[in-house]
């Protein structure tokens, strides 16, 4: 098994694509980037087998960065009585939380608030899903120190969790846990860079044009010449894109929405909450606290049809449905003055022949499918369920390879909990490097100008930027703003770090190339 670097750069990605150009054959060729795909390369790679993944913009492009950044412990799922998928997330949630990414994972708090719109009757119901949902998290084996178990609290404890809940006939909440990702983006790099550790050629702007059991013509988007990669076995992780490339993957994509708040405005810091959407028992909106102090606001469900856009929109339909929903239960409601940012990803529906065609049941589970020319497709799953759908992947070509090992392997930056809190470095860089954080915390103190945020008001230091250019794969400043960060999100902070970080990752390319 070929050991190597986990930095992923454009010196690399040079070497890599030239090796495939020179007709080096590889075991196992992956299309995309996105969660499903990185997931992939690691669980082959880490089995030994030599891998090459191709993706046509940048690591996380695609759904994979659009997510509500929830580990989930499958809830839902039993709640419509699929017991497999709901066992399959909250084992999957174990393994992230407490081996292969507790540095990305924290336990997350959520509130249903308990106004005079939920009745006594469906306060019992959701209580006896939260606490079915907890057996789950012991069948799992989750430690109760992670993931505590789900509890009612009183009017005033809920709001001293939420102080911008509505007061006027709040009679109390019901407390659960379940796990909450730092940032599905960093997630995903983090799969490609432990990937590229064993040797996994991770190529971003490289895009499919024709794909075949045997390999695949792609193109470099930086420099438009084409190449025939040769593999013995090719898996196509394109998401809701899958379907272009093989014509038997038929998909049905479906649009969530989020909005970006601020957290401090509306009153939330620490503790979500799961707001029933009135007249519809079951269904909920969600506010979402993050570690930079912005609350997402989701979700919707639509279906949508035609062509896929690379970078869905949110409709003002969604909008209105967000800001009316969460608005039931706080103090002030929401208006579109409160929106900072808004963001949209497709789920990767399957629509298989013979399927359910009742979307809400099939969605969620995932398909790993054989075409006649020998392309295996994994599609549809979540994000929390990456690893078992890149197992069953591997595990659907024909090589020679042992069993998949990413039960038990963790993540570049990983750590045990307690030694992540002795990091030397600030709480924001740990939360998003895990140990690593140490290196990018000592990289500004060599350089101080280095520990600088690169805008005023923009939390992001400029090591963070030399560090995405040089070891994440970021190949412009895009790649740092909107996926090795997520400064992007709000429009206004794009506006002011973009000049400073262009300018950043110029610069550090330039040293790249010198170095090499
Ligand atoms: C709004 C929303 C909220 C969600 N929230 C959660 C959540 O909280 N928790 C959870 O577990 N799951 C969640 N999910 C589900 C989860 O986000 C997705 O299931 C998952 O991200 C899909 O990942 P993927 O890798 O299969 O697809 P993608 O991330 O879309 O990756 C596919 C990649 O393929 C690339 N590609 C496409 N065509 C080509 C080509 N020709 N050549 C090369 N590359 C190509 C694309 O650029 C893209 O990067 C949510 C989904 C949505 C839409």
Sequence with gaps: MTQRTTALNAQRRANDLEALAAGEVVDVLVVGGGVTGAGVALDAASRGLSVALVEAQDLAFGTSRWSSKLVHGGLRY??????GLAHESAVERGILMTRTAPHLTR????????????????????????????VL????????????????????????????????????????????????????????????GFGA??????????????????????????????ARSVINAAGVWA???????????????????????????????????????????????????????????????????????????????????ASTVLEHPLTRDDILGRF?????????????????????????????????TVVGGKLTTYRKMAADAVDAVDLPAGPSTTKSLPLVGAAPRADLSTVDAPARLVSRYGAEAATIHAMGEL?????????????????????????????????????????????????????????????TLNGLTQEA
Excluded at 78 to 83: C, E, R, S, T, Y
Excluded at 282 to 304: C, I, K, M, N, W
Excluded at 462 to 491: I, N
């Design 243 to 325: 379907g272009n490339l093989v014509d038997s993957v038929r998909l049905r994509p479906s649009r969530g929405s989020h909005l970006v708040l601020d957290g401090t405005r509306m009153g939330i810091s620490n503790t979500a909450l799961t707001v029933p959407v009135p007249g519809h028992f079951g269904r909920y909106a969600l506010v979402l606290p993050q570690a930079d102090g912005r609350v997402y606001l989701g979700l919707t469900d639509e279906p949508v049809d035609g062509p896929i856009p690379d970078v869905p929109t949110v409709p003002e339909s969604d909008v209105d449905f967000l800001l009316e929903v």
């Design 344 to 376: 949209a990803g497709l789920r990767p529906l399957i629509d298989l022949p013979g399927a359910s065609k009742r979307s809400a049941d099939l969605s969620r589970h995932h398909a790993v499918v054989r075409a006649p020319n020998g392309v295996v």
């Design 447 to 507: 350089d101080p100008t280095l520990a600088e945020p690169v805008a005023p008001g923009i939390p992001l230091t400029a090591a963070e930027v030399v560090w995405a250019v040089r070891q994440e794969g970021a190949l412009d400043a895009a790649d740092v703003l909107h996926r090795r960060t997520r400064v992007g999100l709000v429009s206004a902070d794009l506006e002011v770090a973009m000049p400073a970080v262009a300018d950043l990752v110029a610069r």
């Design 78 to 83: 039993l709640a419509k009585g699929d017991v």
């Design 201 to 230: 050629r991770i190529l971003t702007r490289t895009r499919v044009l024709t794909l075949s059991g045997t390999g695949a013509e792609v193109v470099d988007e930086l420099t438009g010449s084409q190449v025939d990669i040769q």
């Design 107 to 134: 336990a997350l708090p959520q509130l249903v608030p308990l106004l005079p719109e939920v009745s006594t009757r469906e306060a019992g119901l959701i209580y006896a899903g939260l606490s079915a949902g907890d």
């Design 137 to 196: 998290r012991r069948v799992a084996r989750t430690p109760s120190s992670l993931l505590p178990r789900p509890h009612k609290v009183s009017g005033p404890e809920a709001l001293a969790l939420a102080p911008g809940l509505r007061r006027e006939g709040l009679r109390g909440g019901l407390l659960s846990f379940d796990g909450q990702l730092i940032d599905d983006a960093r997630l995903v790099v983090a799969l490609a860079r432990t990937a590229a």
